[in-house]
């Protein structure tokens, strides 16, 4: 039995192919666990699939088979394929952050548009395995394209809990043109993540939301392939934006694997970086100054009505926050908030550079530019932050931003858009007085 699931709070087994997401003994959040084949797993084997051409290795999950799901018969594999993202460094706004060595990897260049698409790969083939014919998620949006996208590729229906408020206009447009089955409910995430596992049991439906350890098994691979790019040497710190805190969750038990099995030599530091109106890790998580280990500051969960531009993180309620909490243990991690304002503009920031994200995925500029001015990020250490989602998901933010139209938030770095009239002579003003 090369893999099976584990609860991380009192260690009980079940078998791989039962359909569960919480321990039937105490609640507990399971783990996908594999028993790796060392004598196989190398960094020269990942490294020997670079550039593959044929199914399952040409994706950037499914390229780490052997510690993602080592047993599977790739008959199952729903892949479109995924992952192979770009690593970009970003000299600029390193300075603009105060480092000196920053990379962006950019997960919104997924096939849909973000990192859930590592996730769906994992959870959507799982649903295959255990013979599921309907998958369903509560999505403030990118689960939900994420989900329809690879549900219609399985040929298996997908059903979708919306908020009926706050939905970016992209990702809405996406789950309905995908196929999948969409309900909006009025009811915020945290609520519709109750209702979808509510309802998936009563009518034995997959529940693909986070809470499905297969997700964060494919997620786990933004990791491997951060890894894999910077030659398998380990940044100083990884700086992911946190909602649910799946990434936070997989990206620790990803990081704790390398280390084990030798492909790391050291483990790099997470940095959970929340939207200030829905931060309820970072006000569990506060330091305390007179304790030198930083970890002892955790407490329980304090569940908030979140609210944030940010709509991908507007999570009060985050269903990981106990794997996250021990992915921070683990990694010397730390937590750390941003405003809205700081949001928008480090997100107009890496827009500029030609690169750009939707809005959640700035927490991770505007959070290393916090953590390096509060000297907890020193300057010459290698930073890498995930950009989790692309710059089209959102327009309508995007948009308003530049326009300086959105509420109680006035843009730093704003680009008017012009006006003028149909004759050259018009133009040729216009441009020559912005000269
Ligand atoms: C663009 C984007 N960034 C960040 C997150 C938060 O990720 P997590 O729930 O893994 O913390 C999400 C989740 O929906 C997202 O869509
Ligand atoms: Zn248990």
């Given at each position: 039995?090369?893999?099976?699931?584990?609860?991380?709070?009192?260690?009980?087994?079940?078998?791989?192919?039962?359909?569960?997401?919480?321990c039937?003994?105490?609640?507990?959040?399971?783990?996908?666990?594999?028993?790796?084949?060392?004598?196989?797993?190398?960094?020269?084997?990942?490294?020997?699939?670079?550039?593959?051409?044929?199914?399952?290795?040409?994706?950037?999950?499914?390229?780490?088979?052997?510690?993602?799901?080592?047993?599977?018969?790739?008959?199952?594999?729903?892949?479109?394929?995924?992952?192979?993202?770009?690593?970009y460094?970003?000299?600029?706004?390193?300075?603009?952050?105060?480092?000196?060595?920053?990379?962006l990897?950019?997960?919104?260049?997924?096939?849909?548009?973000?990192?859930?698409?590592?996730?769906?790969?994992?959870?959507?083939t799982?649903?295959?395995?255990l013979?599921?014919?309907?998958?369903?998620?509560?999505?403030?949006?990118?689960?939900?394209?994420?989900?329809?996208?690879?549900?219609?590729?399985?040929?298996?229906?997908?059903?979708i809990?919306?908020?009926?408020?706050?939905?970016?206009?992209?990702k809405?447009?996406?789950?309905?043109?995908?196929?999948?089955?969409?309900?909006?409910?009025?009811?915020?995430?945290?609520?519709?993540?109750?209702?979808?596992?509510?309802?998936?049991?009563?009518?034995?439906?997959?529940?693909?939301?986070?809470?499905?350890?297969?997700?964060?098994?494919?997620?786990?691979?933004?990791?491997?392939?951060?890894?894999?790019?910077?030659?398998?040497?380990?940044?100083?710190?990884?700086?992911?934006?946190?909602?649910?805190?799946?990434?936070?969750?997989?990206?620790?038990?990803?990081?704790?694997?390398?280390?084990?099995?030798?492909?790391?030599?050291?483990?790099?530091?997470?940095?959970?970086i929340?939207?200030?109106?829905?931060?309820?890790?970072?006000?569990?998580?506060?330091?305390?100054?007179?304790?030198?280990?930083?970890q002892?500051g955790?407490?329980?969960?304090?569940?908030?009505k979140?609210?944030?531009?940010?709509?991908?993180?507007?999570?009060?309620?985050p269903?990981?926050?106990?794997?996250?909490?021990?992915?921070?243990?683990?990694?010397?991690?730390?937590?750390?908030?941003?405003?809205?304002?700081e949001?928008?503009?480090?997100?107009?920031?890496?827009?500029?550079?030609?690169?750009?994200?939707?809005?959640?995925?700035?927490?991770?500029?505007?959070?290393?530019?916090?953590l390096?001015?509060?000297?907890?990020?020193?300057?010459?250490?290698?930073?890498?932050?995930?950009?989790?989602?692309?710059?089209?998901?959102?327009?309508?933010?995007?948009?308003?931003?530049?326009?300086?139209?959105?509420?109680n938030?006035?843009?730093s770095?704003?680009?008017?858009?012009?006006q003028?009239?149909?004759?050259?002579?018009?133009?040729?003003?216009?441009l020559?007085?912005?000269?």
């Amino acid at each position: 039995m090369a893999s099976f699931l584990q609860c991380m709070d009192c260690q009980k087994q079940y078998p791989i192919n039962q359909v569960i997401y919480t321990c039937e003994a105490c609640g507990g959040l399971l783990d996908v666990k594999h028993e790796f084949n060392r004598t196989l797993i190398s960094r020269e084997l990942f490294d020997s699939r670079l550039g593959a051409l044929q199914a399952p290795y040409n994706s950037g999950v499914w390229r780490y088979k052997e510690l993602i799901y080592p047993d599977l018969d790739k008959k199952f594999i729903v892949s479109k394929p995924e992952g192979n993202t770009n690593l970009y460094h970003v000299p600029k706004l390193a300075a603009w952050a105060g480092v000196s060595n920053l990379y962006l990897k950019h997960e919104g260049e997924n096939p849909t548009g973000s990192f859930k698409d590592r996730g769906m790969t994992g959870g959507v083939t799982q649903a295959r395995v255990l013979g599921m014919q309907r998958v369903a998620c509560a999505s403030t949006g990118n689960t939900s394209a994420a989900l329809a996208a690879y549900a219609a590729s399985a040929g298996i229906q997908g059903i979708i809990f919306f908020e009926n408020k706050n939905i970016a206009l992209g990702k809405l447009s996406q789950a309905i043109a995908y196929g999948a089955t969409c309900i909006q409910i009025d009811a915020d995430f945290d609520r519709n993540l109750e209702l979808v596992r509510e309802v998936s049991a009563q009518l034995g439906i997959y529940v693909l939301n986070s809470v499905n350890p297969f997700r964060l098994e494919g997620q786990k691979t933004i990791m491997f392939e951060v890894i894999q790019q910077l030659k398998w040497q380990a940044p100083d710190w990884i700086v992911v934006p946190g909602g649910n805190l799946g990434n936070t969750s997989a990206f620790g038990k990803g990081l704790v694997e390398l280390y084990e099995l030798g492909l790391i030599d050291k483990l790099p530091r997470i940095a959970v970086i929340q939207a200030e109106g829905a931060s309820p890790l970072f006000h569990s998580y506060q330091p305390n100054p007179d304790i030198k280990d930083y970890q002892r500051g955790i407490d329980e969960l304090t569940p908030m009505k979140a609210n944030t531009i940010a709509t991908a993180i507007k999570i009060g309620n985050p269903v990981n926050y106990p794997k996250a909490v021990r992915a921070l243990r683990q990694t010397n991690g730390v937590v750390e908030k941003v405003t809205d304002q700081e949001i928008m503009d480090a997100k107009a920031l890496i827009d500029a550079q030609g690169i750009g994200c939707e809005p959640a995925s700035a927490c991770s500029l505007a959070g290393v530019r916090k953590l390096t001015q509060t000297g907890i990020i020193q300057a010459g250490q290698t930073v890498v932050g995930i950009l989790t989602g692309h710059l089209l998901k959102d327009p309508d933010a995007t948009i308003k931003y530049h326009q300086n139209t959105l509420d109680n938030l006035s843009a730093s770095y704003p680009n008017q858009l012009l006006q003028a009239v149909g004759d050259a002579r018009s133009i040729i003003k216009l441009l020559t007085e912005r000269e």
